[in-house]
């Protein structure tokens, strides 16, 4: 009781900071928004081909991606805040009260899980005039989905941001993660239209069954085999990704 | 007991090697007393204070704060206790009052209590009208009293004051130490660290000097004064060519010491240096040696310090990179 009302004060400061300056929200939801509108259109007349037949609405196939992708990188870059915070002197602040360490760092995710679940509906709603047509459920299902991941990647980089405390080694090391992780989880295209090699590789990367969960959700096949195991990674990746930032926040924190 | 420490060590890894920052401090402080940690930069000071505010752990060692175990109970230490870092501690971009209120709030005081208590220390610590204001549009004066202000909004019995008056100017020390007294007036008791000797001096009831990770020495600022052999003595000669003959009458004098000789300047320090004045001043006289001046000094804390480690408290090029320290 006392860890959710820390939480809640943690997040009300960390929303409020967001709030004071608004750009860096506006900055990451910026790339998506580009994607939507300068690469989206170039999909529409192979949509048959690459979805396999499944669906001709280009745009069941491409926002998924891109609130993946949001999700993602939106939350992956949060550690730099983190490390301003604690240059700033507020980590220790925060440490030297009796506060719980997890609503220290739940507090902060859960503004970043709100600020992206914020930037996805503003995406699916420009995304509408374009063309988007998906169900109910599968859009609000996906954005559980976006949530959770944004949960796993921001503990994550408040994680690595906590040990490593300096922006020159977080900086090549989240891009080192990132642009791999792009690739082979077929966030612009679906990997099932490359060769037998390269979608054997990307097997290996949870997001592309993620991606593929959340397309799945999109053309309405909620209880799909695909749809099932992106949540399950999902799940997955965020019980790993708060435990690691838990145990982190409690380690750091001594 | 406040504080009670036993043997506690804190060794950093560095890229050089292992560096042990902290080499088996034992310490008490007892309730209501002002206890000042005085010594360079980088002899220990802010590590053994993080450890006891429960920053960091302790290589080895046990400390008793404010009534609980600090490996076992760390929670309840940070339940009784304010911490002042010497680094800051708020966000540039965050407004002042609402920072206050947000750490009020993690120590678990009310929103209404915080408001009132941080607006009320805001005026007696000569912040008005900053409650709505950036903090990064704050002088390095202003910061460090809005630091103060956090450290205490949640009334804590025991207060860490890491380097509490350094970057503020005299008048702002001078408000500083009274509103210092005036908490211990209050019932707290407060554990500072300082490389000033005029704010140990003035402030504290009784001083831990450190050096190298270990305490060299401590009491209050009269008794450490008093272990150092006696005051400083000057003899100004009008003719440095008669140096040597007042040096051999000093050297005649009943417990002088560290006899010195710089031109025309013999200087030497003897206990009760006033009382031996007078006679010392006849023999001179009778033997024909011409003064300039004569000056009695009695013994600082930096005599004190130079003293127990034979290095002046000033010089700071033997320090530790504080670095080291802040990497804690």
Known sequence: ?254 | MMIEARGLVRTFKTKRGQVQAVQGVDLNVADGEIVGFLGPNGAGKTTTMRMLATLIKPTSGSATVAGCDLAEDPVGVRRRIGYVPQSGSTLPEAIAGDEVVDHARLCGVSKKQAIADGQRMFDELDLPGLWRRQCKTLSGGQRRRLDIVMGLIHDPKLIFLDEPTTGLDPQARANLWEHIRGLRERGATIFLTTHYLDEADALCDRILVIDHGKIVASGNPEELKQQVSGDGVRLSLTDASQAPAASKIVAELDGAVAIETDGDVVAFRIPKGGSILPGLLRSIDAQGIELNGVEVRRPTLDDVFLTMTGRSLRDEDHAVPADEEAAA
């Open chain 1, 1 to 254: 009781m006392r860890t959710l009302q820390e939480t809640w004060i943690v997040f009300n400061r960390a929303m409020r900071l967001s709030l004071r300056n608004p750009m860096w929200s506006i900055l990451m939801l910026s790339q998506p928004l580009m994607y939507l509108f300068l690469f989206g259109p170039l999909l529409k007349p192979i949509t048959a081909q690459i979805s396999q037949g499944a669906t001709t609405n280009a745009y069941q196939v491409f926002i998924p991606g891109l609130i993946v992708q949001l999700g993602m990188f939106g939350a992956m870059f949060v550690g730099f805040g983190l490390i301003a915070e604690y240059r700033a002197g507020v980590i220790e602040a925060d440490r030297v009260t009796p506060a719980s360490r997890i609503a220290l760092m739940a507090g902060r995710v859960l503004r970043d899980v709100v600020v992206l679940v914020v930037q996805s509906i503003l995406l699916l709603v420009v995304s509408i005039p374009m063309g988007l047509r998906a169900p109910w459920g599968g859009v609000l299902l996906s954005l559980v989905i976006v949530a959770l991941l944004g949960a796993t990647f921001a503990s994550l980089s408040y994680s690595v941001a906590l040990i490593t405390k300096s922006e020159d080694a977080l900086a090549p090391l989240l891009n080192g993660i990132a642009m791999p992780l792009l690739l082979l989880s077929g966030i612009l295209l679906p990997m099932q239209i490359g060769p037998k090699w390269l979608q054997r590789l990307s097997d290996i990367s949870p997001l592309k069954h993620v991606v593929n969960g959340v397309r799945a959700l999109f053309r309405g096949d909620i209880g799909s085999s695909s749809s099932l195991w992106g949540l399950f990674w999902v799940v997955l990746l965020t019980i790993v990704g708060l435990t690691v930032g838990a145990r982190t926040f409690r380690k750091e924190s001594a």
